[in-house]
């Protein structure tokens, strides 16, 4: 069933004005480059997709430098950023040609990049599926392990093309 119709399209400034109302955390996805050297990008296009086996999705733009790593290798690392982490995003997101110059990681079990000081959490993932879909190619993972930082830091936040931080409202123990 074909469900796009291009006379019906939105465009796409007014479409990425609609997304931006959509509060987003920010993620590094990092990898190893075929010289085994470490490449990443951030990224605000990410969800869990299953518990069991436990699985998440990246969107990833076509034009990334470091998609071809991704898809050559096959794994990655998650790193979700937390509050002190906008610089790290930033930097990420640039075109810089050695984004881990001064940049404090540690390999993960599966020896790929974890940034040790703006992660809120890590997911060390293994390639199921590349999905192209329009100017981005979708990459399911199933995430083989990770871990969470201890409740210290607020995660880093992005809204309305802004970076910001998350304060709860309600306790996450109560119930709304």
Sequence with gaps: MDVTRQDDRIDPATFLSIMSAFPAGIAVITTLNENAQPV????????????????LLVCVDRGSRTLPSLLSRKEFVVNFLRNSGCATSILFASKKEDKFSGVRWHPSPGGLPILTEDSLAWADCSLLEAVPVGDHVVLIAEVREGDVSPPAHEPLVYFQR????WTPLVDGEEKP
């Design 162 to 165: 802004s970076f910001g931080t």
């Design 40 to 55: 990443g990008l951030t990224t605000t296009a990410l969800c869990s997709v299953s518990a069991d086996p436990p699985a």
